[in-house]
């Protein structure tokens, strides 16, 4: 189970941190994704961890400005969001899954059976 925490109403060029727990399994092995979809659009990708090695990868508007962490400890995964603007209006939803092969990432919601139940991220225009 994911359970997300986070999110918001942030004015342009503020930041925010959205959590994602994961409860009844471990994640080693997992790759967990961040995923949003704005208002009257499809669910896109925004970044990527791999559990183990603790690698990443953003879609190019996250990248310099978003950034995706992990704690083995807590079991929980963290987007962090800063210089927000507009068109980051969305919401913003946490997935996990285990990938085909070693060293992969999942960048497509179809690759994905574990979603956390989505939090709502605004930034007034």
């Known amino acids: 189970q994911l359970i997300q925490s986070g999110g918001g109403r942030v004015q342009t060029g503020g930041s925010l941190t959205l959590s994602c727990a994961v409860s009844?399994?471990?994640?080693?092995?997992?790759?967990m994704g961040w995923f949003r979809q704005p208002p009257g659009r499809e669910r896109q990708f925004v970044a990527v961890?791999?559990?183990?090695?603790?690698?990443?990868y953003y879609e190019d508007f996250a990248r310099g400005r978003f950034t995706v962490s992990r704690d083995n400890g807590s079991n929980t995964g963290y987007l962090m969001m800063n210089s927000l603007n507009p068109e980051d209006t969305a919401v913003y939803y946490c997935?996990?899954?285990?990938?085909?092969?070693?060293?992969?990432?999942?960048?497509?919601?179809?690759?994905?059976?574990?979603w956390g139940q989505g939090t709502q991220v605004t930034v007034p225009s």
């Open positions: 961890i791999r559990w183990n090695e603790d690698m990443t």
């Open positions: 997935a996990a899954d285990v990938p085909p092969r070693d060293h992969a990432f999942l960048l497509r919601p179809l690759d994905y059976h574990n």
């Open positions: 009844g399994s471990s994640l080693n092995g997992y790759v």
